[in-house]
């Protein structure tokens, strides 16, 4: 059951119907049910391992509390992700590194026969992985208290619309939100929730799903041209960003109708100015996770400059790696750690400005470069082999419009178009203002607008969003 | 800031407007519009426009001609029509192999037209299984157009279907996909005449191309077997049968096809041993077309000119007769082309 599907439009509703009848504490419980059920739609047989990693750090987590001993907390937090981690590299990686093995064992001469297992990939399980890995953190730095609740904080683990592809939540900011009764949305509330989630079906259904087409044509031109590329690499930036950002608002939106908020995942990361401002934009809820679990861990900053530029392209390579089990994958994390390494070291306090500025037009050279440095990089996320990848790439150098129709064009520019427009006026106006700020009757003309689109780009067979394959 | 009731409501009202608006832009745009972006490719596209059209005017035709663009280019169906006091229309597919002719003629062409009588068009090509035709069947019946038109027995599809019926915007809103085809549709209109007037591409007459003689006989007649195409026309004419339709084989005319081209008669024995098969389980009957035009009235050594059209329409209507008499298999007069090649 995706966000773009007739069964999810029809199951929101009554789950929300259902919810405002009962009593807080009942509310949870039912949401944890919704929740089980959403997630057994794909797969039930997966159930018992998100139930099996919600028990885990739940009982781990109060390990951790009780003791004062550091060498015992510090062993609980060890098997604790040790057993999360092994369930991901499990299910996610074993394949990949048999088959890698495989072939450093063949290309050194040797018979490489290590037995690759085909598993069908959990849903959501890097995501709600790394839900709990941060509550468990979180408790052992002592930067929260574990809940004695298991409903509650089961529900954390499990809350449909952030279940399969995030934000990933964080526990000090969701529980607290679950444990306590919560109020009925304002009015101004539901418009906004109402907003977020047609805004995040538009952006899903007539900019990705429309773009996704054009895209796979660019990307499997026998011979790829400038043109190709340029529409395939600035196609998929919008697919991307159209895709996952779409599925975060609708989960925002529908989390907001239940009175809890979630984490905001993008802050117009196309309109950034450097590589860094751009990953203060982009799946913020994964970049600031890696930021807090992973490179302070690794030392962050503190080890002077060789260490941070290590620190940065390590954690950019498993956030790549984090993606999907490919080389394609860890070669993008790899750039962007270059790439963010190197802007460090260029203008090492560029990203220390605190607000995300008011895009001006002198800003128009830097967001151009910071764009296509980025597309560029997205030819490596969506090829399906570096070959394929080098080989879109090697299209900038042939000058030719050949392999592009004017489709292809008016579809990705007039898509690329909207997203900057949309993304400018929420910069410079701010989300939340857009919508209620505005005419009424501009908003009905742009839900109108949006509506149209819709029903203009829906219909087949629905296209799953990208994120759910991680 | 708070909206008032009456700004609400002008909202809603606003909002109704729009989507009405949308509604009724949808409805004077829709004779223009092509089913452009719906069906894999344009010459599919345009077809469907054609028959759509053609079914708008008639409740059903008597002869349907069928095959791939060699019969789209051989049979004039006006002239056929009008010589022998039939309707007619040509429903060839361009770029078709018999695995495709199944679901094209089945459901398209039969509830479009309701055909008493299918000509099926055939050359040795039709029945090679590694044609590279092969992969315009998946895209054929997984398109947006065929789903539309079959029946999509899915909720989805019933929702679809129960919409289009009452919405022109949700009837249009696939070829609203391609704005370059839309302009072009709402400037120049599409072609609804099923049959069009004949029209020499530019360059005209390319009988002597020899590129043309190379290059397919090694990409299209490699490794030639002609089992799944055999089954699959089987298939197509018994179903055609089932639903009341009667088939007639048409040989089209041919050049080089199997005798100069193909080193070595092998699969001319392949090709003819299918046909044989076919003829023996569906008791067929056959028409044979392929000694009739002079190689000056090839365009490009498999499609007929206008000329070549205009000939091959006027030498079926004889055969036609015959074989409404009865004949099983019916010759059309032969002009011996085959010794006409350099």
Redesign the interface.
């Known amino acids: 059951m995706t966000f773009n599907s007739i069964q999810y439009a029809l199951f929101a509703p009554a789950v929300l119907l259902l919810y405002r009848r009962l009593p807080f504490r009942a509310q949870n419980v039912m949401l944890l049910i919704v929740s089980y059920i959403f997630y057994g739609w794909w797969n039930w047989i997966f159930l018992g391992l998100l139930m099996f990693s919600t028990v885990i750090d739940f009982v781990v987590a109060k390990r951790i509390h009780d003791s004062d001993d550091d060498r015992v907390r510090k062993r609980w937090l060890v098997a604790a992700i040790s057993v999360q981690i092994g369930i991901l590299a499990f299910f996610k990686y074993a394949g990949f590194f048999a088959e890698s093995a495989n072939a450093a064992l063949q290309r050194l001469g040797l018979e490489g026969n290590i037995h690759v297992l085909r598993i069908l990939l959990p849903v959501g399980i890097s995501f709600y992985t790394f839900h709990t890995i941060s509550y468990t953190f979180d408790v052992y730095r002592r930067r929260m208290e574990p809940t004695d609740n298991f409903v509650d904080f089961a529900l954390f683990v499990a809350f449909f619309p952030q279940l399969v592809a995030g934000p990933i939540a964080r526990a000090r900011m969701l529980l607290p939100q679950l444990a306590r009764p919560r109020r009925n949305p304002s009015s101004v509330q539901y418009q906004s929730a109402i907003a977020l989630i047609l805004f995040g079906l538009f952006k899903k259904v007539a900019l990705a799903d429309a773009v996704a087409p054009v895209v796979d044509t660019m990307f499997a031109a026998k011979t790829p041209t400038l043109l190709t590329t340029v529409i395939g690499a600035w196609g998929f930036a919008v697919q991307i960003y159209a895709d996952f950002s779409g599925y975060t608002d609708i989960a925002r939106g529908t989390s907001r109708l239940f009175g809890i908020e979630l984490m905001r995942n993008f802050e117009q990361p196309y309109l950034s100015r450097n590589i860094t401002e751009f990953w203060r934009t982009w799946h913020i809820s994964l970049s600031t996770w890696l930021r807090d679990y992973l490179y302070i861990p690794l030392g962050g900053n503190q080890g002077g400059r060789f260490a941070t530029y290590r620190n940065l392209f390590i954690t950019m390579l498993l956030g790549g790696l984090w993606h999907g089990a490919a080389l394609t994958f860890i070669v993008w994390g790899g750039i962007h750690g270059v790439l963010l390494a190197a802007h460090r070291a260029f203008r090492p306090r560029a990203s220390l400005a605190a607000m995300l500025p008011e895009i001006r037009w002198r800003d128009a050279v830097k967001i151009f470069v910071t764009f296509n440095v980025v597309s560029l990089a997205w030819i490596f996320f969506r090829a399906q082999s570096i070959g394929e990848a080098l080989d879109v790439t090697s299209g900038i150098f042939r000058l030719s419009s050949a392999g592009a129709t004017a489709d292809s064009m008016i579809i990705v520019f007039g898509a690329l178009a909207i997203v900057f427009l949309t993304d400018i006026a929420q910069r410079n106006i701010g989300a939340l203002r857009v919508v209620v700020t505005m005419h009424p009757l501009v908003r009905a003309g742009a839900y109108a607008a949006m509506i149209l689109a819709i029903l203009i780009w829906s219909g087949g067979t629905a296209r799953p969003f990208i994120y759910f394959q991680f | 800031?708070r909206?008032t009731r009456t700004?609400?409501v002008?909202?809603?009202a606003?909002?109704l407007t729009?989507?009405l608006s949308?509604e009724i832009a949808a409805r004077a745009m829709e004779p223009r519009l092509s089913s452009a972006?719906t069906w894999p490719d344009g010459a599919i596209s345009d077809q469907y426009d054609a028959l759509t059209g053609l079914s708008r005017r008639v409740d059903r035709v008597d002869v349907a001609f069928a095959g791939s663009s060699m019969t789209k280019r051989a049979i004039d169906a006006n002239v056929f029509a009008s010589r022998t006091h039939t309707t007619a229309v040509n429903a060839a597919l361009p770029g078709s192999s018999n695995v495709m002719l199944g679901p094209w003629l089945i459901h398209v062409v039969v509830p479009l037209l309701h055909p008493k009588t299918v000509v099926i068009g055939i050359d040795g090509r039709d029945f090679n299984d590694r044609t590279a035709h092969n992969g315009s069947y998946a895209t054929l019946v997984t398109s947006?157009g065929y789903?539309q038109h079959t029946e999509d027995d899915s909720?989805?599809g019933h929702?679809?279907r129960a919409f289009s019926e009452r919405s022109a915007?949700?009837r249009v809103?696939?070829s609203?996909?391609?704005?370059?085809?839309v302009v072009r549709a709402l400037t120049t209109g599409p072609e609804l005449e099923a049959d069009s007037k004949c029209r020499e591409k530019v360059g005209g007459n390319t009988g002597n191309n020899e590129r043309f003689l190379d290059r397919y006989p090694k990409s299209w007649l490699k490794t030639y077997t002609a089992t799944s195409q055999t089954r699959a026309i089987v298939d197509a004419i018994e179903g055609l049968e089932a639903r009341g339709v009667s088939v007639v084989l048409l040989r089209l005319p041919s050049i080089y096809d199997y005798v100069r081209a193909r080193p070595g008669e092998d699969d001319v024995e392949v090709y003819e041993a299918a046909l044989e098969r076919v003829v023996d389980e569906t008791g067929v009957a056959v028409i044979d077309g392929r000694k009739t035009i002079p190689l000056g009235q090839f365009r490009d050594r498999l499609h007929l000119t206008c000329e070549g059209m205009a000939t091959f329409t006027r030498l079926l209507v004889g055969g036609w007769e015959d074989s409404d008499a009865g004949a099983a298999t019916v010759a059309l007069p032969s002009t011996n082309i085959l010794d006409e090649q350099p």
Do not use: E, M, S
């Open positions: 800031v909206t700004q609400k002008l909202a809603g606003a909002l729009c989507l949308a972006g947006p789903l909720f989805l929702l679809d915007l949700i809103r696939r609203l996909r391609t704005p370059a085809n």
